[in-house]
């Protein structure tokens, strides 16, 4: 059986960038009464390899340009972000998951990518994702509750 763990990256004190810590922290503790481990990773690679074991199920929350409009959401199979990792365009792709493809090149899970509005020095998020952020919120909270429902393999934590 695998676990499934979220890991929400990105950083606080650059504007959306930190969107993926945010929503991550924000929806903790409703993903943990549904039996889902959480790790605020921030930008800190090796805490988030530290805490992955071989047999987990991944859903990496992150922020993503890909000129969308701000606050939209999207589901990449992580094998395929792993595969195609020049197409998006993250703050942290060379970090995290290049990590993932050298130390767990097969393992399994979901990348959630919010179109971020602007990325800067900045310790808040942007207008646009401020105002969308409880819906951003309750959106990759609903896509993990389906992802989780999709995975027979996955258990809950111990």
């Known amino acids: 059986m695998k676990r499934m763990l979220v890991i929400g990256i990105g950083s606080l004190i650059m504007t959306d960038d930190g969107i993926g810590t945010r929503v991550?922290?924000?929806i903790q503790g409703r993903l943990r009464e549904n039996g889902i481990a959480v790790i605020i990773g921030e930008t800190d690679v090796q805490f988030c390899l530290d805490a992955i074991q071989p047999d987990d199920f991944l859903i990496i929350i992150d922020s993503m340009m890909q000129g969308k409009k701000p606050g939209d959401i999207e589901i990449v199979?992580?094998?395929?972000?792993?595969?195609?990792?020049?197409?998006?365009?993250?703050?942290?792709?060379?970090?995290?998951?290049?990590a993932l493809l050298l130390n767990f090149p097969y393992i399994e899970g979901f990348?959630?990518?919010?179109?971020?509005?602007?990325?800067?020095l900045g310790f808040d998020l942007s207008e646009d994702?401020?105002?969308?952020?409880?819906?951003?919120?309750?959106?990759?909270?609903?896509?993990?509750?389906?992802i989780k429902g999709g995975c027979k393999n996955c258990t809950t934590p111990t």
């Open 24 to 26: 991550a922290g924000a």
């Open 77 to 98: 199979p992580l094998q395929d972000a792993l595969k195609s990792r020049g197409k998006f365009y993250f703050q942290h792709d060379v970090s995290l998951i290049d």
């Open 111 to 120: 990348l959630i990518g919010i179109e971020a509005s602007e990325i800067g």
């Open 129 to 146: 994702i401020k105002n969308s952020f409880e819906r951003i919120c309750n959106d990759a909270f609903n896509a993990i509750l389906e």
